[in-house]
């Protein structure tokens, strides 16, 4: 299983753009990078995935460099709201089957009025 | 669709004590995982099960077992509690399509167990 660092902790004003890399030196050729948000008392909430390149959705996009030994979150015009633990996953399925994931420490983004 | 359930929501019980802590993934999911969440460790993974069948199984003794049952529901169970098995306790679920695609996970609100 790949493992994950992200950094402990960030702080951001509302409004501003947040970058939360992971770094994933041995992720495989068949994992998917995927990222999941967490709020106090409630079950991780599934954010984006990604395998090379660029991703976006509604709430967030994700950037892989080509040798995808890192990836990056990026939260457009962050608000209150958006305080949470963000977490960084890599994995995929082989041949069909599950592939337990290990969920790293997480990063705690905490935005600032 | 409906999301993720558990039940029940909070439990506290008793050093020596059992639980049984149920989950009901979201319709048309076949795979239903179980994690442990503390303040110390993080979220850990205790085991998945696809097909009533459990498919992988995480670092924790056995006094920690599963079963799912043919309408893909799930249950864990934890025999004689100990106070460090004070944790939130989430469940998750995919569809596992078996396309080899990294599985999205939906994960219930979790239950709050709390042994005395």
């Known amino acids: 299983l790949a493992k994950t660092t992200q950094p402990i902790s960030m702080d951001s004003y509302e409004g501003q753009e947040v970058n939360i890399t992971c770094s994933h030196n041995?992720?495989?050729?068949?994992?998917?990078i995927t990222w999941y948000q967490q709020f106090p008392s409630q079950g991780p909430r599934f954010i984006i995935q990604?395998?090379?390149t660029k991703v976006t959705n509604e709430v967030a996009s994700l950037f892989i460099p080509a040798d995808r030994k890192s990836s990056t979150l990026s939260l457009p015009r962050v608000s209150l709201s958006d305080t949470a633990v963000y977490y960084c996953?890599?994995?995929?399925?082989?041949?069909?089957?599950?592939?337990?994931?290990?969920f790293g420490t997480g990063t705690k983004l905490q935005v600032i009025p | 669709k409906a999301g993720v359930t558990q039940t029940p929501r909070y439990l506290i019980k008793t050093r020596g004590q059992q639980v049984t802590l149920s989950c009901s993934p979201i319709s048309g999911h076949r795979s239903v995982s179980w994690y442990q969440q503390t303040p110390g460790q993080g979220l850990q993974f205790l085991f998945e099960y696809f097909s009533e069948t459990q498919r992988n199984k995480g670092n924790f003794p056995g006094r920690f077992s599963g079963r799912q049952f043919s309408n893909s529901r799930s249950e864990m169970n934890v025999s004689t509690l100990e106070l460090g098995d004070s944790a939130l306790y989430l469940c998750?679920?995919?569809?596992?399509?078996?396309?080899?695609?990294?599985?999205?996970?939906?994960f219930g609100p979790g239950t709050r167990l709390l042994v005395l």
């Open positions: 998750a679920s995919s569809l596992a399509s078996g396309q080899g695609v990294a599985e999205t996970q939906y």
């Open positions: 996953l890599v994995g995929g399925s082989l041949s069909g089957g599950y592939q337990k994931v290990t």
């Open positions: 041995n992720i495989a050729t068949n994992d998917y």
């Open positions: 990604g395998y090379k």
